[in-house]
């Protein structure tokens, strides 16, 4: 197979300590040879490579798109872009695949360390580690691919010849090689991270967690009990062992997202890309805005509020928000750099089941006065960092008065989650300084921007990528994971329990009195009879809203087509079946020129 390559580009190694201390050197090489891998640093610079890999999508801007457009969550934001990938109205094999390539050149890298590992001179601990972490990896890999493209390519064995041949295997086949990999890697993984894999790489809670979704989603497939018993299995073999593992919630949930925290205890596994810069292929004050392993996620769905903002805006004629005036606000580390390709989806639907009602205020987000998560997830106040004076007569500004807006003080913009009479400009009668936005006024360009992945270190270097890791999985994940196994195996109520321990921490608030977060926590309970599959669904947006998951989530629950077309206007006409699988990229069609054709996805 031609693109499966027996080499692997490596940059330096991607291994960190959580205090970002370097604990890996490795000299960079452009080719990795086979005997390369017939020494211990050979071995772990394979490990070390596909580490770098995964950095290399997590947190870029091509891949965040692919697992997040085109679900319930997102709309376009007004720089999108091609809209392709948000609407499925032209999506092909030409514009589509950004981790195909890299997938499968570090499964073979993996292979080749599988292959090696077993005889170098190493002590047998050491060997059985990098050995685990490498079947992990190769886990991780193939249950990303079959998810995404369902039959695949299926290679164990180290490839040195390259081929332009290549077939797809069923996606039973390449499940049970997942679930092979996985649970013989959590069985010799340790139970927290210990040198050299410091910082949270793979640990057995981590490959626990990769194998309990994997027996998940194939028992979605085939509708198989014993799959669903497994997978609940695994997710409470690991919350009874939560202490030994060094995981638990925190009791805030917007303590999740404190940087400080990235690598706390409710972090499970990260794509690093830490503080020195040459880790993130990018010069210090450069402003790089793409390219490999370039966290750029604060940016993503950050409004352009610099330029949107202004303080005599106004609602015109057909009740659509005009930007007027001088801005409000100057772009800066707290706020973030807007790029704005996507935005939460506020769609208000007239027709329909749901008219009335849009997916993320009155179906994701609806319990906002109890549940802390809407607050902690998204921006809805910009507090004033320029000064700015506003005279009476400046055109459009409508509040009769002239006035000055103080830095660190002001309210330059209110995204308010409720109507607002006088937007944008008063509060009923009440002159306001800045600018009042509704949900009625929010648009491609001005919404409440994702604040979960901000970045403020970066300091005067704002318009860098960020170096805060990329956190592909949260210990919150294995409860709502045991919850959907135990729904799916028939036990409500053990769902319910499950999902509860993450609501109610939902509704602990530090600005709340012990009385007021007790009340709070019984309000956010639930019953088994509450737990159906669109509830757990929801439950996954709130918790897990932007963090890579939602496309496979609905893709795994066979919900994609449905809920798409219930909830998002701009995928709902052109959304079909087949797109519950994603077309294999051109590049690989065109690179099988030996034997039989290399097949595409029906419908692309």
């Not at 990795?32 to 490990?47: E, H, K, Q, R, T």
């Not at 004629?317 to 801005?327: D, H, I, K």
């Not at 009155?362 to 004033?384: E, M």
């Amino acid at each position: 197979m031609k693109n499966i390559k027996f080499w692997c580009i490596l940059g330096l190694t991607a291994i960190f300590s959580a205090s970002c201390e370097k604990i890996l050197v490795e000299n960079p090489q452009a080719q990795i040879v086979p005997s390369f891998f017939n020494s211990p640093a050979g071995v772990l610079g394979g490990i070390a490579g596909v580490y770098n890999d995964i950095r290399s999508q997590w947190g870029t801007e091509g891949f965040t798109v692919e697992m997040q457009a085109g679900t319930d969550e997102f709309l376009q934001g007004a720089s999108a872009g091609s809209g392709i990938p948000y609407t499925y109205n032209g999506l092909n094999s030409s514009n589509f695949g950004s981790a195909w390539s890299t997938a499968f050149q570090d499964i073979n890298t993996l292979n080749g360390v599988l292959k090696y590992g077993q005889t170098i001179d190493l002590p047998e601990t050491t060997r059985k580690q990098y050995l685990a972490q490498a079947k992990f990896l190769r886990g991780f890999w193939y249950f990303y691919l079959v998810q995404t493209w369902g039959d695949v390519p299926l290679n164990t064995e180290f490839i040195t010849v390259p081929s332009q041949a290549a077939s797809r295997q069923p996606a039973a086949q390449v499940y049970e090689q997942v679930i092979k990999d996985l649970t013989e890697a959590a069985a010799d993984l340790p139970n927290q991270p210990t040198a050299p894999f410091l910082g949270k790489a793979a640990t057995k809670p981590v490959a626990q967690l990769l194998l309990a979704k994997a027996y998940l989603t194939r028992g979605w497939l085939n509708n198989t009990q014993a799959d669903f018993i497994q997978a609940a299995a695994i997710c409470d073999e690991i919350i009874a062992n939560k202490s030994a593992y060094g995981l638990d919630l925190w009791q805030d949930y917007g303590d999740a997202f404190v940087p400080a925290n990235d690598y706390g205890k409710e972090t499970m596994f990260v794509s690093d890309h830490v503080l020195d810069a040459k880790f993130g292929y990018y010069s210090v004050g450069g402003a790089a805005s793409g390219g490999a392993a370039q966290n750029l996620t604060p940016w993503f769905t950050t409004w352009n509020y610099p330029n949107n903002s202004g303080v005599n805006s106004f609602k015109n004629a057909a009740g659509v928000l005009v930007n007027s005036g001088t801005s409000g606000m100057i772009r800066d580390s707290y706020y973030g750099r807007p790029y704005i390709r996507m935005r939460p989806n506020s769609f208000r639907w007239t027709t329909g089941p749901n008219a009335g009602k849009n997916y993320f205020l009155d179906q994701a987000f609806a319990n906002r006065d109890v549940d802390s998560r809407y607050i902690n997830s998204f921006y809805t106040v910009y507090i004033a960092n320029t000064s700015i004076t506003n005279p009476a007569t400046a055109a459009n500004n409508t509040r009769g008065i002239t006035y000055t807006t103080v830095v660190g003080a002001d309210t330059a913009v209110w995204l308010p989650d409720f109507e607002v009479a006088g937007a944008p400009q008063l509060i009923g009668n009440r002159p306001f300084k800045g600018i009042v936005v509704p949900p009625s006024l929010w648009n491609s360009g001005i919404f409440p921007s994702l604040k979960k992945f901000m970045d403020p270190s970066r300091g005067a270097n704002f318009n860098d990528p960020s170096t805060r890791p990329c956190v592909l999985y949260r210990f919150s994940d294995v409860y709502l994971t045991g919850a959907e196994a135990y729904f799916k195996a028939g036990n409500p109520t053990k769902a319910a329990d499950l999902i509860n321990v993450v609501r109610r921490r939902a509704a602990f608030r530090k600005t709340n009195t012990a009385a007021q977060n007790a009340a709070a926590a019984t309000a956010m309970t639930i019953s088994a009879s509450d737990v159906t599959l669109d509830f757990i669904l929801d439950e996954r947006s709130r918790e897990f809203f932007g963090e890579w998951q939602r496309w496979h989530d609905l893709v795994r629950t066979r919900s994609l087509v449905r809920r798409v077309k219930a909830w998002n206007p701009e995928a709902a006409p052109y959304i079909q079946d087949f797109h519950m699988l994603r077309p294999i990229p051109q590049t690989q069609i065109d690179r099988v020129v030996e034997g039989p054709k290399f097949p595409q996805n029906p419908g692309y």
